[in-house]
């Protein structure tokens, strides 16, 4: 190449870099998460691409991942797994090498094996959603094929061989895939052509400066509306309530009760019971996610206490779900839960869950309306992605009547071996009961589906709620393991 036109690449390369770094230094002060894919054939130049456009960014707010093959511990999770704990927080930008589109690829074409799945339908609507969901959340994503000719990635191949430090990438090469893949993800991209950028790697200088125009583009015209959102009004947070609740909450009944030699006579039956239950998932590879909901005192952990007393300990984990931390607040609310999705066999217990959003979350005004109103979708597409891994989901909410919560209330701030469990938080929810009732119906009405029902347990009698409980899960379990 021509030393005038060499300079002049490298003069445009050059300020493309600063007004990159630029952006996502304003980017990160508008809380924009930034994803980057790159998906190619062997030898196509992705590699050399994404690392010029790491080396545009700030090292201290990026983060780079490439796919590979399954661990045998990411086999026993769900397919996007790997992606969701992976995703950037709200001041970083993220470069995936190749992505959930080549180990869709692999697994279409059974290169790699995950357990559970049936149908290449369901992985599909996984990655729409997915996509949806970060997007939705302010997610800029932005997704490159690199297309490279035959003669151009011979080249590129030859070079490798010829060079014994990287003689080892050539000989990963595998034609017979390459082409598969190629076909498959060529399909893939005529499907949804508007949210790919092809890129034509042919002279390096040219596409590296293509694929960084690109970037700065994106990122300019996110800036460009993040000033503008900025000096609108602030999204409403007043939890859209109208006072009227759907009554869904006031259906359950009051009245349920068990005395307590009858509580005594089912229990330790029906623990043996979830032990022998609990063996069946784990041979079976099926994993069990039991969420836990309720008013402050219902007695959900007594409730959980009961499940697991004899439980084996090295199968089964509790997740207690508490104010989310800085690191979690910068991230989507969903990802801090996939950290904690259970490998296949497994018991998965949740004293709290995802649910904060449309209920804490929307009550405090810690969501805004948007956000909230957006999350009964996306609670249910995860809740989707847990069945379709295998899962089984059983959701319960505890309800205690407000006169029944005060009476605790007053027996934990009397007793100092339960004080710590009342705190000035407890009595402040309780103010605002009406609004819970609301969130609590809504939530009811939009996120128990068919593969995911929420019970509702009278928990005025906390023996009941205990015996009930195990009831449920000991039924649905069978149920399952019997349609298996």
Request: hydrophobic share 30%; net charge positive.
């Amino acid at each position: 190449m021509e030393d005038s036109k060499l300079k002049k690449y490298q003069k445009e390369k050059d300020n493309l870099v600063t007004k990159i770094g630029y952006l996502q230094r304003l980017l990160k002060e508008y809380k924009v998460p930034v994803m980057v894919v790159f998906e190619g054939v062997h030898a196509s130049g992705k590699g050399r691409l994404s690392n010029e456009l790491l080396l545009a960014l700030d090292p201290r707010y990026t983060c780079f991942y490439a796919t590979h093959t399954p661990t045998e511990s990411e086999l026993r999770r769900p397919f996007l797994w790997q992606y969701f704990v992976n995703i950037p927080s709200n001041a970083q930008v993220a470069i995936f090498y190749r992505s959930w589109y080549s180990l869709y690829i692999s697994m279409k074409n059974k290169v790699v094996d995950f357990k559970g799945y049936n149908g290449s339908k369901v992985l599909v609507k996984e990655m729409k959603d997915f996509e949806k969901t970060l997007e939705d959340n302010g997610t800029i994503l932005i997704k490159f094929y690199v297309d490279i000719s035959d003669e151009k990635r011979k080249e590129h191949l030859k070079s490798m061989t010829e060079n014994p430090h990287t003689m080892w990438k050539a000989q990963e090469y595998d034609k017979a895939n390459d082409d598969q893949y190629k076909k498959d993800i060529e399909e893939i991209i005529k499907e949804n052509q508007k949210t790919w950028h092809i890129v034509k790697y042919d002279v390096r200088e040219k596409v590296i400066n293509e694929v960084l125009s690109t970037v700065a583009d994106t990122l300019e015209k996110r800036v460009k509306e993040e000033k503008k959102k900025s000096e609108s009004e602030a999204p409403k947070r007043d939890g859209y309530f109208t006072g009227k609740p759907s009554g869904t909450l006031e259906k359950c009944s009051s009245e349920d009760v068990i005395t307590k030699e009858e509580y005594k006579d089912k229990l330790i039956g029906l623990q043996k019971e979830m032990r022998d239950i609990q063996y069946t998932l784990y041979e079976k590879k099926i994993p069990l996610i039991i969420v836990y909901e309720g008013w402050d005192a219902a007695g959900k952990g007594g409730n959980i206490k009961r499940l697991v007393q004899q439980l084996d300990p090295t199968g089964y984990q509790i997740n207690t779900t508490a104010a989310p931390t800085d690191i979690e607040l910068r991230h989507h609310y969903l990802w801090r839960f996939w950290q904690k999705v259970p490998k296949t066999g497994h018991v998965c217990i949740y004293d709290r869950s995802w649910y904060g959003r449309v209920m804490v979350e929307r009550v405090e005004g810690f969501a805004t309306n948007k956000d909230v109103n957006r999350a009964y979708r996306e609670i249910n597409d995860f809740e989707e992605t847990l069945v379709n891994f295998g899962g089984i989901i059983i959701k319960f909410f505890i309800n205690i009547s407000k006169e029944e919560q005060l009476k605790r209330f007053e027996e934990r701030q009397g007793d100092e071996n339960k004080v710590w469990k009342i705190t000035e938080d407890d009595w402040r929810n309780r103010e605002k009961w009406d609004k819970y009732v609301e969130s609590i119906d809504d939530m009811l009405d939009k996120t128990s589906t068919k593969i995911a029902p929420w019970y509702v347990i009278n928990g005025n009698d906390k023996r009941y709620a205990r015996i009930k409980t195990l009831e449920i899960i000991k039924s649905v379990c069978e149920e399952k393991l019997f349609d298996r």
